[in-house]
């Protein structure tokens, strides 16, 4: 037996709206950095299918994101929770944040007929990509991180 004490959980970041925002965001740049990068080179040098390449690349990023968030931005929060459970919600909320910048796209492009490259970019990678970044945001911090309105003053509770 040792004499050393177990090992406490890590505490809750303490940080505020700010912080979370800035925490998430570089969590995020790096995932769809590790996302381009890698659908690049599976597309082009590994010769990888359209469809297999961006499932590949898109799991990576998610993994990337889900690390940067679990060790950053959100370190110790929900810490009860199992670790496949929260990243499982986490691509959850990844799939529901990509299908709104789909939907996005599709309403411009095929509802309300804006076909041009840069109305698709527009409505896809601009207003789809925002709103899709906010609910991933929402998402991340209700259901995967279960952070609730007092972290954004300095405390982080369970919802």
Not at 81 to 110: I, K, T
Not at 144 to 159: L, Y
Request: net charge positive; hydrophobic share 45%; charged share 15%.
């Amino acid at each position: 037996m040792s004499d050393r004490p177990a090992p406490r959980p890590a505490a809750p970041v303490r940080r505020g709206l700010r912080g979370e925002l800035l925490g998430f965001a570089l969590a995020g740049g790096s995932a769809y950095a590790v996302d381009l990068a890698l659908f690049v080179w599976l597309r082009g040098a590994a010769g990888a299918g359209p469809v297999c390449a961006k499932t590949l690349s898109f799991l990576a990023g998610c993994l990337v994101a889900y690390v940067g968030n679990a060790v950053g931005t959100y370190r110790g929060a929900a810490a009860d929770d199992s670790r496949p459970r929260q990243f499982g919600v986490f691509v959850v909320v990844n799939v529901a944040g990509a299908l709104v910048q789909l939907l996005c796209l599709g309403v411009s492009h095929y509802l309300l007929g804006l076909t041009s490259p840069r109305a698709d970019v527009v409505s896809g990678a601009g207003i789809g990509m925002a709103l899709g970044t906010c609910l991933r945001f929402w998402g991340t911090r209700k259901l995967v991180f279960r952070i609730d309105r007092e972290s954004c003053h300095g405390r982080a509770t369970r919802a």
